[in-house]
C-alpha cells in the first residue's frame, strides 16, 4: 500500500483517485474547496463532476494544502495545464523530501512552449524530485467510475518510475502500459484537444462521418509532424496517447473538447461555450500554444491553423473548412516519407 495524494477533485482527479483506493493505497484527494471536500468525505459522492457515482468508502478528502502534500510520497497533479505553475508554487514550502509526481493533465502553455513536465521541471525545487511521470491515454472519467475497460500510458525518462506508477494504478480494469518517449505523450495528449475542437465543429456544422475521418487521419499527421520536430518517436503517435486518444476525443459526447466545439459548428460564441461549458476546455488555450509552436519549428499544421482563425480570428466556421478544402493539391503519402 502507497501513501498517495492527488491534486485536483474533477473528474478525472476523482476517478484516478478511485482506480488508486480501489488497488487498496492511502489515497488523499485535494480540493480547493471546502465544501466539496467535505460531500467526498462525508456522503461520499462529487455530484458537480461525476453525479450519480459513489466513491469508494476508504477515499478521504481535505481542502488543507499542506495536509494533502505532507500526507504522501507520490503526488499525482490533475488540475488544468493553466493552473499547474501556481499548484508548483504552492507546493514547494511544503516539501520535505523526495517526492514522485505524475500529471495526468494535457496541455501546452502558450508562449512559454512548454509542455507540462517541463514546467514541473522548472517550478519544482530540483532536490525534492524523485521522478516525473505522464500518464494519458484514451481515458473518459464517466467510465473509469464504472469501472469499464480502460488502458493508458505511463511515460517517464526514468523507466523505473514508470513502472512503479504502472505497477501502483494498474488492475481488472484500468490497463497501464510504460513508454520512454515522454515528448510524444505529451505532444499526442495535448493535440488531441486541438484536433477534438475541431472535430466537434465539423459535427456542429453537419457535415458527416466522412469529414470527420478526414479530419482525424490528417490530424494525427500534423500531429505527428510536429512531435517528430520536437524529438519524439513516430510510433507513438500510433499508439494510446496519439490514435488511441484522438479516436475517443473526437467521437464522444464525454469529450468536453467535442462539445465546445459542437457548439462552435452550431453558431455559439467561444465565450458563450466556455461560459455554459463549466469546466476547462484545454483544447481552446493548446490550439494558441500549437498555432504557435508550429510556426517556431516551421511544421505546417494546417487544420490547427485553421482552428486558430475561428478562434481567436473570428473565421466562421465553414469558411475555415472551405479553406481547408481548397488547399494546395498534393500527394497524400508525402505526410509520412519523413517519419
Known amino acids: 500500500m502507497e501513501k498517495v495524494t492527488v491534486l485536483g477533485a474533477g473528474s478525472w482527479g476523482t476517478a484516478l483517485a478511485m482506480v488508486l483506493s480501489n488497488n487498496n493505497n492511502d489515497c488523499l484527494l485535494w480540493s480547493h474547496r471546502e465544501d466539496q471536500a467535505q460531500e467526498i468525505n462525508d456522503h461520499h459522492t462529487n455530484k458537480k463532476y461525476l453525479p450519480n457515482t459513489s466513491l469508494p468508502i476508504n477515499l ?27 499548484v508548483c508554487h504552492d507546493m514547494k514550502p511544503f516539501l520535505m523530501e523526495k517526492k514522485l509526481f505524475v500529471h495526468v493533465s494535457k496541455g501546452i502553455e502558450p508562449d512559454s512552449l512548454k509542455r507540462i513536465s517541463e514546467m514541473l521541471e522548472e517550478e519544482l525545487p530540483a532536490n525534492f524530485v524523485d521522478a516525473i511521470v505522464v500518464l494519458s491515454g484514451p481515458s473518459h472519467a464517466e467510465e473509469v467510475v464504472l469501472q469499464h475497460p480502460t488502458t493508458v500510458t505511463v511515460a517517464s525518462e526514468k523507466m523505473e518510475a514508470a513502472v512503479k506508477m504502472q505497477d501502483l494504478f494498474m488492475n481488472n480494469y484500468f490497463r497501464v502500459y510504460t513508454n520512454d518517449d515522454v515528448v510524444g505523450v505529451e505532444i499526442g495528449a495535448a493535440l488531441k484537444n486541438v484536433i477534438a475542437l475541431a472535430a466537434g465543429i465539423v459535427d456542429g456544422l453537419g457535415y458527416g462521418d466522412n469529414a470527420k475521418a478526414a479530419l482525424i487521419t490528417r490530424g494525427l499527421a500534423e500531429i505527428t509532424r510536429l512531435g517528430i520536430s520536437l524529438g519524439a518517436d513516430a510510433s507513438t503517435f500510433s499508439g494510446l496517447t496519439g490514435m488511441g486518444d484522438l479516436i475517443v476525443t473526437c467521437t464522444s459526447v464525454h469529450s468536453r473538447n467535442w462539445r465546445a466545439g459542437n457548439m462552435l459548428g452550431k453558431g455559439a460564441t467561444l465565450q458563450t461555450v466556455l461560459d455554459e461549458m463549466g469546466m476547462v476546455v484545454e483544447g481552446v488555450r493548446t490550439t494558441k500554444a500549437a498555432y504557435q ?27 475555415a473548412v472551405d479553406i481547408l478544402m481548397h488547399r494546395t493539391k498534393k500527394h497524400e503519402l508525402d505526410d509520412y516519407k519523413s517519419f
Open 60 to 86: 478521504k478528502a481535505t481542502s488543507h494544502f499542506e495536509q494533502a502534500i505532507q500526507h504522501a510520497s507520490i503526488i499525482v497533479i490533475a488540475v488544468p495545464t493553466k493552473a499547474i505553475r501556481e
Open 293 to 319: 509552436l508550429a510556426k517556431k519549428q516551421q511544421v505546417d499544421m494546417p487544420i490547427t491553423e485553421a482552428l486558430h482563425s475561428v478562434l481567436f480570428e473570428g473565421t466562421h466556421p465553414k469558411e
